[in-house]
């Protein structure tokens, strides 16, 4: 079978078709809708194998900056690792992963993706470590809450639309341990889908975009965007909002990202969700929210400084 390797053809309608066919097949997802509807970033860089204009494999990267403890790095994403059923053994998804590790793994601090059950086992192979993430805890009885402004938003009204869409682009870090910046596409894909209606609320009085669901005694925050970055400092804002959510009979929030706050935070545990499972691959060597240092293979050990992520916890809204 004679193949070639192509990347970042994006505007290429005919390649572009056949990547959207093979992720609707393997995923259910639409590249091509997102892409049009001007939802995907221009982060978004796929790498394939093609024979005959056809995708047999690919893997895609999503380039991002992170900020901890005010420094910024450059970091990447690595996701829709696919291959056809028919190309399938042939070792071609290893091929593609080897190659853009070669491209990115000098360049970034570290190198992330999240996989489903069926294949954590492929990932370790490559230097990635599974990684539990740190949980965000609180008791609404400790926050005392106010009465807020918070309203329901949709996606499919036009002018709600244009709020969701413009503060999703507004990455302001709620800590600073941790957070991440750049690319959008994730956020308003995430936010543009079925999965998100009846799940968003915007408050006016705090220029704030909450993603909520309630589940029995627990609201679930899974993102909160400020709509510009907010003049008080920051844990007296993410306060003042924590204050002001629509808890109705929830008794506590659990927030699902890294978050600065005085309330303190009552999590036991570490979060490790075996159908999404963050993996990393560092480029540094980086304290772990559970405790272990992980180092790059080229690192020297004694000599590095530990990069400290022990507030880690990306949100889901960050998958790819």
Known sequence: MDMILVSNYRRNQRLFSSLDELAEEMFGITLLRWRDERLMGENYIPYSYISSGRILANVSVNLYTCRIREKTYPVAQIGTVMTAPDARGKGLSGRLMRYVLSLYEKQNLFIFLFANASVLDFYPRFGFVGVPQRRYLFLVSEIEPTAGDFRPVSYRNEADREIILRTADTRVP???????????????????????????????????????????ETLRVRALFPAANPNRRRIEWNDTVLRSLPYGTAKEVECEFTLDSSFPNRASGLYDDKNARLFIRPGEPMRLPDGKVIYPDYSDREDSDVLDLTGLRFSELDHT
């Open 174 to 216: 709620l800590a600073a341990s941790f957070s991440l910046e750049g690319d959008q596409s994730p956020r308003r894909i995430y936010l543009s889908s079925e999965e998100c209606e009846g799940t968003l609320f915007y408050s006016d009085r705090h220029g704030a975009l909450v993603c909520a669901v309630r589940e029995e």
